[in-house]
């Protein structure tokens, strides 16, 4: 098992994966939010140039926030500051990179597309952009030489997501795997897992516990309800939830909805989530619990643990480091 992180693109990222690679996580994940947090390239970058074994990637990319041109600009710039083995590019088709701004995520019908797109363009092949030819024009000296090369992963959580990544050929991100989902064909199948290592003398109702793991658990109140999953009624609260949700603007409601994604508690999560709330997310639990939980995981398929650390972001990282033995 693989052992990764994963942090929004907030000022203090690049600091955070450069104790990541001191700690020995494999990869550092960064998010496409632009709506809620920083540039994700510009993060990256940052983080490349303080760093010198860590591989650094997008996870996951949001396809129709850019120019196809303007994300192979980017990913050749990450992969001349660091080398094509320290990059990987995840992509995905919205939540909640668009989501957030009351969009709806990408089809899957044209979502691959988008990504052979850019693909293409890495390969220094030309492609249609709006009905006309693209290439990347580059001079040497001006960007990496063509092809470039860096492996992909795509975001996602259901059976239409599944088969296309299957047919693109790439690794697959996901954070809330259902519980049938099959992964044969796929090599690299990455969880986005929350939690928070908790201390000896804490327990799931201790008050740091959910102010913690409490956003990473919220996330999932905040997905079914967007996606109409039936799985939202299952969530502990689930009726609460429906009721605060149900009575706001529903033009407007996506912005009150994703306030603090992953990084905070926003005022309707603290309405909603309980201590039982935080039992849906893999890794709230005792140092001593966690090499139990990784191998009921690769049983599952997964292959790759990204633990994004809240709250207190340096202790997380230390304390999952040393609970997934990373020796760092």
Partial sequence: MKISAAFPPVPDTPDHIVLAEELGYETAWVYDTPALQLDVWMTLALAGVRTNRIRLGTGVLIPSLRHPMTTASAIATLVGLVGPDRVIVGAGTGFTGRRA?????????DFPQMVADTQALLRGEIVLVDGRAARM???PGQAVERPIEVPWIVAVNGPRGLAAAAEMGCGVF????????DYTGIDDVILLGFG????????????RVLDTAGPGVSVAYHAFLEQRDARLSTLPNADRFAEVTGDMDPDTLHLSLHEGHLTELNAIDRQVLTPDSLRIA???????EVPERMERLAAAGITEVAFQPMGSVERELRTFAAAADLGG
Avoid at 174 to 181: E, I, K
Avoid at 282 to 288: G, I, L, R
Wanted: charge should be negative; glycine fraction near 2%; charged fraction near 25%.
């Fill in 101 to 109: 701004m009351g969009q709806k995520p990408l089809r899957w019908a």
């Fill in 174 to 181: 996901t954070s809330r795997p259902r519980p049938d989902a």
């Fill in 196 to 207: 928070t290592i908790m201390d000896d003398d804490e327990t799931i109702e201790s008050p």
């Fill in 137 to 139: 024009l580059h001079w």
């Fill in 282 to 288: 893999p890794f709230v639990c005792h140092a001593s």
